[in-house]
């Protein structure tokens, strides 16, 4: 979601090399599932196109077909995507900290009366 605008935006100069290869990695594999993304879009809005997007599910050569397609572009999101979080907060108008928190956030407490998970 926030990808267009930060490529569109650019790169600082302070962005480190790895960082710039990691935006350009995750610029083509932005490219390469927009495609996918339009025909998903598609299907939410036209219940044929729907239809026809259910049918290539059950259809073995079509889901291989599209996680050929689509695999490494998800992949390289898996891989590159905390590069794009860091560098679309340092490029947020008065962003004045672009790190992210050093630990992630606790969980919340289970409701009253729930057994913890094991």
Do not use: Y
Request: contains cysteine.
């Amino acid at each position: 979601m926030h990808g267009p605008a930060l490529f569109a935006h650019g790169t600082s100069d302070h962005c480190p090399s790895a960082d710039r290869a990691a935006l350009e990695r995750l610029r083509g594999a932005l490219e390469t599932g927009r495609e996918f993304l339009h025909d998903w879009q598609a299907a939410q809005r036209n219940p044929q196109q729907a239809a026809v997007l259910i049918q290539a599910e059950r259809d073995p050569v079509a889901k291989a077909r599209r996680s050929r397609q689509v695999g490494p572009a998800i992949r390289t999101w898996l891989a590159d995507g905390d590069v794009l979080t860091l560098q679309a907060r340092a490029a947020a108008p008065g962003s004045h900290s672009p790190a992210l928190p050093a630990a992630a956030p606790r969980a919340l407490p289970p409701p009253a009366g729930a057994s913890p998970r094991r």
